[in-house]
Structure formats: structure tokens, C-alpha cells
């Protein structure tokens, strides 16, 4: 046996188990956490464990009254100084948003974490650790793949405002991956943390299709999105159209979403996903995520920070040049030019 790695018994797979893996295991242990957390299984009559499922004041919380009410034991969340936050929203079921989430975490040069926001019914990322580490108290079951943390609710919600507040952050400086995973209307309309994080992201990233249908859906979403956050949301969303490149979609596709659609395409912040046939039958799972894939969203993420820093060295020189005229008390563009000799 390795310092690192405990093997499996005889009754168990021969894969071994990470130190941080058992670890992890053991503490759960201790929290009790290996009994059945499913809230729609406990009983109520005598003998019974006298806990109410951990929905149920959530969903008491929003019987009252005739307006949206935040359910009772939500917070807001604030990203750490340092932590940036890229928010992964599928315009539709099925559209590959999950696989885009990982496939961005995966390829980022931060250290980066998985958030995936969807009811553990609705999961995509399920198969998609190579190492489970148990149960976090605030809610969230975490593992494991490569170098990526991935949070995954662990039980089942009703609605985007039952969401458990993220797990703080791990590194000064890191990439905070949201896997939304709930219908942009619903998102936009509900009072959440999640629908805070995604008007105040630094980068939002849309996921469609190369259909008719996916683009009607990626206009809905961004008008949804403008409705929630304000045209300046705009400046930062990218768009990820899974399909064949671009030049070859099917003729009048580019031209069945409307003007936000059309703007969104034509402003140099779209990716193109290749469609991968073993992605679309088996899902995320432990085998590699396609190059190809990595490679196109690496560039989403990679030229939205050279935009960063580019402004922000603009405004260094905006600044410097105030400064400049502040000690020179005076303005340059009325100085005479040089005269000859």
C-alpha cells in the first residue's frame, strides 16, 4: 500500500482510493452523513427521526403571501477578492451546458471549481468525478476531477431560490465555474443568489444549438438577460453554439433568432463546439474530455482576460495622463508645436 492511495477490500472494485478520498469518507462518518439524506423518504409516525426534511422550510418560507418570497435560510453570496465568475447557462434542455462548464474548469490556467446549481434530479456532472469527497456541510456533495473541485447539490429542489450559498473558495485567486442548470425565465424572475451571481458575473457564457430553434431560444435568452441585468450584460456574454462551425449551418439558421441573436454572433464572442457523438450518447463520465472541446472554450475565457487587462491597463493610462495634467497645470494640446531651426 502507497503513502498516497489505500486499496480496496476483496468485495469491492480494485480501483484505489485517494488518501483525501478516505479522509473525507471518515469525516462524513462522524457527521452522520452516510445515513439516507432523501427528504421524501423519512417517515413521521412513532419511532420515526423527528428532523423535517431540509426543504421544507424553504418551501414554508414561500407559501405566504401572494408575491415571490427568497426562501428563509438563503444568503447572498459575494465572490472572494481574487475569485472570478463565469456563468454557464444553457438556453435549452440538453444542450450540452453541463459538458461546457466542466470543459471551461478544465482548461482554465486558475485554479478552477465546478458550481453546478441544478436539483440533484437534473444532474449532469454526476458521472463526471473521478473522486468523490463527501459531503460539505453547507449542502453540497464535492469531488473531484483532475485538478478541478466540482460541487453538486445533494438532494432535490423545487425552485433556483433553494440553492445552498457555494462553499468558500479554496484559492486566493481562482476561477468559479456556475453550472446554472435552470431555464433562463425561471432564473430571471426568482430571487436568488444564483440570479444575483449571474447579472453580476464576469463573464457569462450562453449555450445553444446550430438550429432554428436554438437560435429563437438564444434570443429569448438574452432578451431575458437584458430584462434581468441591463444591456451591459451584453458586453460580457459570450455565446457557444454546439454544431458544425458556423460557416456551415444550414441556411437560415443564423437568421432565426432576432437582433440580439444576430449581435451576439457578430461580435466576435462566439465559440464554436464541435459535436462529439460519444458526448451526446454517454454523457459526461470518467473517460477524457475531447481536445477539441478544451480548445474552443479555452479561448472564451482565455481573449475575455486579455480584454481584462487590456482595459485595465487603459485605464492606468487614462489615469497616468490626469496625473500628468494635474502636475503640469495646463493642457498640452494647447502647447505650439516645434518650430525649425
Known amino acids: 500500500m502507497s503513502s498516497g492511495t489505500l486499496s480496496a477490500g476483496t468485495g ?6 485517494a488518501l483525501e478520498e478516505v479522509q473525507a469518507a ?3 462518518l462522524r457527521a452522520g452523513e452516510f ?5 421524501t423518504t423519512r417517515r413521521t409516525g412513532p419511532g420515526a427521526h423527528p ?5 421544507a422550510g424553504r418551501a414554508a418560507a414561500r407559501t405566504g403571501g401572494g408575491d415571490r418570497h427568497r426562501a428563509a435560510d438563503a444568503a447572498d453570496w459575494t465572490p472572494q477578492a481574487g475569485e472570478r465568475v463565469l456563468a454557464v447557462i444553457g438556453t435549452s434542455g440538453s444542450s450540452g451546458a453541463s ?7 478544465l482548461s482554465a490556467e486558475l485554479p478552477a471549481r465546478v458550481i453546478e446549481c441544478c436539483s440533484a434530479s ?6 463526471a468525478t473521478t473522486a468523490e469527497l463527501g459531503l460539505h456541510p453547507a449542502g453540497w456533495r464535492l469531488g473531484r476531477r483532475e485538478q478541478v473541485l466540482i460541487e453538486r447539490v445533494c438532494e432535490v429542489l423545487a425552485g433556483v431560490d433553494e440553492v445552498p450559498t457555494p462553499t468558500p473558495a479554496e484559492h486566493t485567486t481562482q476561477l468559479t465555474v456556475l453550472d446554472v442548470g435552470w431555464e433562463v425565465g425561471q432564473l430571471t424572475t426568482t430571487d436568488s443568489w444564483v440570479s444575483d451571481a449571474v447579472a453580476s458575473a464576469d463573464q457569462v457564457l450562453l449555450v445553444s444549438t446550430s438550429t432554428v430553434p436554438g437560435m429563437r431560444r438564444l434570443e429569448g435568452a438574452l432578451e431575458l438577460l437584458v430584462n434581468h441585468a441591463g444591456v ?3 458586453d460580457r456574454t459570450w455565446v457557444a453554439v454546439v454544431g458544425p462551425r458556423r460557416k456551415k449551418w444550414t441556411r437560415g439558421v443564423e437568421h432565426a433568432g432576432g437582433p440580439h441573436a444576430r449581435r451576439a454572433l457578430n461580435s466576435g464572442r462566439l465559440v464554436e463546439i464541435p459535436e462529439d457523438r460519444g458526448l451526446s450518447i454517454h454523457g459526461l463520465d470518467s473517460r477524457p474530455v475531447p481536445q477539441a472541446l478544451l480548445a474552443a472554450v479555452a479561448h472564451a475565457h482565455a481573449v475575455e482576460q486579455d480584454a481584462d487587462h487590456d482595459a485595465n491597463r487603459d485605464g492606468d493610462d487614462e489615469a497616468a495622463a490626469d496625473e500628468l495634467d494635474l502636475f503640469t497645470d495646463h493642457d498640452l494640446t494647447d502647447q505650439p508645436t516645434d518650430q525649425p531651426g
Do not use: K, Q, Y
Not at 428532523?51 to 426543504?55: D, F, Q, V
Not at 459538458?99 to 474548469?105: G, N, R, Y
Open 232 to 234: 451591459h450584460i451584453t
Open 51 to 55: 428532523e423535517e426534511p431540509r426543504t
Open 12 to 17: 469491492s472494485p480494485a480501483r484505489p482510493f
Open 35 to 39: 445515513r439516507d439524506a432523501r427528504p
Open 122 to 127: 437534473a444532474s449532469g456532472l454526476a458521472a
Open 26 to 28: 471518515v469525516r462524513a
Open 99 to 105: 459538458t461546457v462548464a466542466l470543459a471551461v474548469a
